[in-house]
């Protein structure tokens, strides 16, 4: 299990919260860190952000979080 989680990547983390969450989330990530892209699917809201400083999940540095 070890080598078959060494040899892929992380391109992303999606976070999911609820609506009025999601505002209050996207709002504070948007203050220190960059939209790389917006846009609404089946009605939803999705947002793309790059971290300025990554995220570090079990050794692996995540640069971008998916806010749906």
């Known amino acids: ?11 992303h983390i999606a ?11 996207s709002g504070y990530l948007s203050q220190c860190n960059r939209i790389l892209n917006e846009t ?10 790059e971290l300025m400083t990554p995220m570090v999940l079990k050794g692996k540095a995540i640069h971008c979080i998916k806010l749906p």
């Open 40 to 49: 609404t699917i089946n009605g939803r809201n999705i947002a793309l952000f």
């Open 1 to 11: 299990m070890r080598y078959f989680a060494k040899k892929f990547f992380i391109n």
């Open 15 to 25: 976070v999911r919260c609820r609506s009025h969450s999601a505002t209050l989330v």
